[in-house]
């Protein structure tokens, strides 16, 4: 199985929706996430070909996520450019600064957990699944069923969600939460550990040949962007699994640094050459573009290898 394909096996579990669609939203979030910044769709087609995505599909996920107002179009002459609108690049700009940060505190301390209780009547059982869903995405998880915890500040986003939703009963509490049951109450019962760490140690044995190919120099810069793009959709998934939970809470040799060090690695070693991957890809759309493209990176997230693989 080759690697792309495991990792897409893997995303496949840590994300949500459609392959194309999270592709695209990514290419969008990694090289055209400033403020005006605009790609011609010809490039993001030429693009989304090296991920496995051909022209139709991608021009169907323009046009859908241009009418759901994610991106805006513009048209000079025959041509069409898109950017991301204000409300996208806000929210993508969100995630990445959670991304950077994700698995870099190695913290031990008891945080002030974020509790969200709520009731909601089985005749609003659509309600109640969207509301799970979104906390889920918040990094919240059910210590009980009406129970959701985080060890994140994430309250405000939670209480905006149920006032979008119209949950008519829902508490916000901050403060320690202590084990009272004789087998299950502890906050890190909110979590699957076992299938976290089976995440972890997957994915960072997915990621040992392509560091391995990098290392030697033998990755081509069309690999590099393929290779950059895949890894990040997989690994913005994680925290759903392991929101940062504090280490004195978690098993011994908890994985969560190790994967964050080898995706940090890759990342970076990959950069430069993805970067002009894709200013070559849009210079033979439009020349004037190419100073579009944005340069992200990780500076926060400078680890020591954590043991060979």
């Given at each position: 199985?080759?690697?792309?394909?495991?990792?897409?096996?893997?995303?496949?579990?840590?994300?949500?929706?459609?392959?194309?669609?999270?592709?695209?939203?990514?290419?969008?979030?990694?090289?055209?996430?400033?403020?005006?910044?605009?790609?011609?769709?010809?490039?993001?087609?030429?693009?989304?070909?090296?991920?496995?995505?051909?022209?139709?599909?991608?021009?169907?996920?323009?046009?859908?996520?241009?009418?759901?107002?994610?991106?805006?179009?513009?048209?000079?002459?025959?041509?069409?450019?898109?950017?991301?609108?204000?409300?996208?690049?806000?929210?993508?700009?969100?995630?990445?600064?959670?991304?950077?940060?994700?698995?870099?505190?190695?913290?031990?301390?008891?945080?002030?957990?974020?509790?969200?209780?709520?009731s909601i009547p089985e005749d609003q059982r659509a309600i109640r699944q969207k509301l799970?869903?979104?906390?889920?995405?918040?990094?919240?998880?059910p210590l009980y069923d009406g129970a959701w915890i985080t060890p994140q500040p994430r309250?405000?986003?939670?209480?905006?969600?149920?006032?979008?939703?119209?949950?008519?009963?829902?508490?916000?509490?901050?403060?320690?939460?202590?084990?009272?049951?004789?087998?299950?109450?502890?906050?890190?019962?909110?979590?699957?550990?076992?299938?976290?760490?089976?995440?972890?140690?997957?994915?960072?044995?997915?990621?040992?040949?392509?560091?391995?190919?990098?290392?030697?120099?033998?990755?081509?810069?069309?690999?590099?962007?393929?290779?950059?793009?895949?890894?990040?959709?997989?690994?913005?998934?994680l925290p759903r699994f392991d929101p940062d939970l504090p280490l004195n809470l978690l098993?011994?040799?908890?994985?969560?640094?190790?994967?964050?060090?080898?995706?940090?690695?890759?990342?970076?070693?990959?950069?430069?050459?993805?970067?002009?991957?894709?200013?070559?890809?849009?210079?033979?759309?439009?020349?004037?573009?190419?100073?579009?493209?944005?340069?992200?990176?990780?500076?926060?997230?400078?680890?020591?290898?954590?043991?060979?693989?």
């Open positions: 199985m080759t690697m792309r394909r495991k990792l897409e096996d893997l995303r496949t579990i840590v994300a949500e929706g459609p392959r194309g669609r999270r592709l695209l939203v990514t290419l969008m979030a990694e090289y055209w996430l400033k403020e005006g910044a605009m790609v011609p769709s010809g490039a993001l087609v030429e693009l989304m070909q090296d991920l496995n995505v051909g022209p139709s599909a991608t021009r169907t996920l323009l046009s859908r996520l241009k009418h759901e107002g994610r991106l805006v179009a513009t048209k000079e002459g025959r041509r069409t450019y898109y950017a991301l609108s204000s409300k996208a690049r806000n929210r993508l700009s969100e995630g990445f600064e959670l991304i950077r940060t994700f698995g870099t505190e190695q913290h031990s301390e008891a945080p002030v957990w974020t509790t969200l209780l709520f799970r869903k979104g906390l889920s995405w918040m990094w919240f998880a309250g405000q986003q939670a209480l905006a969600l149920c006032h979008t939703l119209g949950v008519e009963s829902a508490s916000l509490i901050h403060g320690d939460i202590v084990m009272a049951g004789t087998n299950f109450g502890s906050p890190v019962d909110a979590w699957d550990l076992e299938l976290a760490r089976g995440l972890y140690q997957s994915f960072s044995e997915i990621l040992y040949e392509p560091l391995t190919q990098t290392q030697k120099g033998l990755v081509r810069p069309s690999e590099a962007m393929q290779i950059r793009t895949e890894t990040i959709n997989v690994f913005r998934g098993p011994p040799d908890w994985p969560r640094s190790k994967a964050r060090s080898d995706f940090s690695e890759l990342y970076a070693s990959t950069t430069e050459a993805a970067v002009s991957y894709v200013r070559s890809v849009v210079k033979k759309h439009s020349p004037s573009h190419v100073g579009d493209v944005d340069i992200r990176n990780l500076s926060l997230a400078t680890f020591p290898r954590s043991g060979a693989h």
